[in-house]
């Protein structure tokens, strides 16, 4: 006998029971239950005395305190913001939402704004579990391989970086060549700086020694610090005669990772896919419209974005517990926000800085990038169909039906 059929079998018993009008008589009923389905006593007694039914209880529904408004308003900020984790969307959240509600780029009541300041991590990332899930990013693997005479000149460095210092940065050479390495392709130069996160690129065409020298000064002029050091990788773009010379005269501290060791340029490595591979994605990109219009949002939209609107939080401590390491991190903040607080910027600098924060719009910014986006990859189409063929490619000679002919 099934758990159904012996709650079947004492539901009936029950009624019985409770219309008996002797101990002797209830006592019998109990009696005879134990006998057939071999239960405890003592359990059927609690059982039958309890408000027992057949039909199972209805769960109460917890109250919701962030309704389809809330769920609303931030799928908007999560899109305004570059669909950033829920750790990192809080403090975007509570940093601008009342500067998006002044500019009404966001239209979300008082009530509204007090939940989505309150709202947790966890509870955000639940929410945007179907947008999450609808996005469908694909990465695939490649670089510039390690090649250089002048290994003994620099020195390796490992990851060990004082991360309360600032001016030291990783810079890593992205290449957009779609599916063929083969002819000229405009590659990216990302740079980041380790203390702050502050992130600065420039597309040149090709990998050569010179262009990737002068895109490297373009972006130094674009920094509001002080360069100490740069850590490159192996590949034959850094490390040459160029950017020594230049370093030892600029006194600035040039290290470079172990060949193959990707791990050594952990904090470039990582923003070469949320800053360039992100925005560009894997396409092949080898026309002077596709550069300038790369060079355009690196040096305006993307730039103020990335560095004033994008928190990133900072590891501050690791603990193994058996077999697992439990990682502690700070609290996520712009790159914006870790330069100010670091006090290692000059006066000038620092009331530039806020000066351009106030002026800006986070929203306004994110449009300007999508739209510049949507043209390169109209741009890219064209190329594609044939429209416009890329002027650093051989063409090939048509030859008329006529002309094979004997």
């Known amino acids: 006998m099934d758990m ?15 219309q008996a009008r002797s101990k002797k008589e209830k006592s019998s009923i109990i009696d005879e239950y134990c006998q057939n389905t071999y239960q405890n006593r003592k359990y059927v007694i609690r059982k039958i005395n309890s408000s027992f039914s057949l ?22 900020l999560w899109e305004i913001f570059d669909r950033p984790c829920g750790q990192r969307l809080i403090p975007s959240i509570r940093n601008e939402l009342n500067r998006l509600r002044q500019q009404e780029e966001i239209f979300v009541s008082n009530e509204v704004a007090e939940k989505l300041k309150k709202i947790g991590s966890a509870t955000i990332d639940r929410k945007l579990k179907r947008q999450k899930q609808a ?51 405009i590659c990216s130069l990302n740079t980041t700086e380790i203390s702050s996160g502050w992130e600065e690129a420039e597309a040149i065409m090709g990998k050569g020694q010179i262009p990737t020298f002068e895109a490297l000064q373009q972006i130094r002029g674009r920094t509001p610090f002080e360069w100490k050091g740069i850590d490159s990788d192996n590949g034959s773009e850094f490390i040459n005669d160029h950017l020594v010379k230049y ?56 730039g103020l974005y990335k560095n004033f609107f994008s928190p990133a939080m900072k590891l501050i401590g690791k603990e193994r517990i058996g077999g697992r390491v439990k990682r502690k991190y700070d609290t996520p903040k712009t790159p914006y926000q870790r330069l100010i607080e670091s006090g290692q910027i000059s006066k000038e600098v620092k009331k530039e800085l806020q000066k351009l924060y106030q002026s800006l719009n986070p929203a306004e910014l994110k449009r300007r990038i999508d739209e510049k986006k949507r043209k390169l990859y ?29």
């Open 378 to 406: 109209q741009v890219y189409e064209e190329k594609k169909r044939g429209g416009k063929a890329s002027p650093f490619k051989k063409q090939t000679p048509r030859i008329s039906s006529d002309a094979l002919k004997v």
């Open 135 to 185: 996005l469908h990013l694909s990465r695939k693997t490649g670089g510039p391989k390690p090649s250089s005479l002048l290994y003994k000149k620099v020195p390796i460095r490992l990851t060990e970086w004082d991360t309360s210092k600032v001016g030291f940065l990783e810079i890593d050479l992205v290449i957009h060549c779609g599916s063929s390495p083969l002819g000229p392709y």
């Open 247 to 302: 370093c030892e005269k600029e006194n600035i501290e040039f290290t470079r990772s172990r060949p193959l060791k990707k791990n050594d340029n952990a904090y470039i490595e990582q923003k070469n896919w949320t800053y360039v591979r992100k925005t560009f994605g894997y396409l092949r990109y080898d026309t002077n419209e596709e550069l300038s219009i790369m060079n355009s949002l690196y040096e305006k939209e993307l």
């Open 4 to 18: 159904h059929s012996k709650n079947q079998y004492l539901k009936e018993l029950q009624k019985r029971y409770f």
């Open 55 to 76: 039909k199972p209880k209805k769960r109460e529904k917890r109250k919701q305190i962030y309704d389809g408004y809330v769920r609303a308003a931030l799928v908007e």
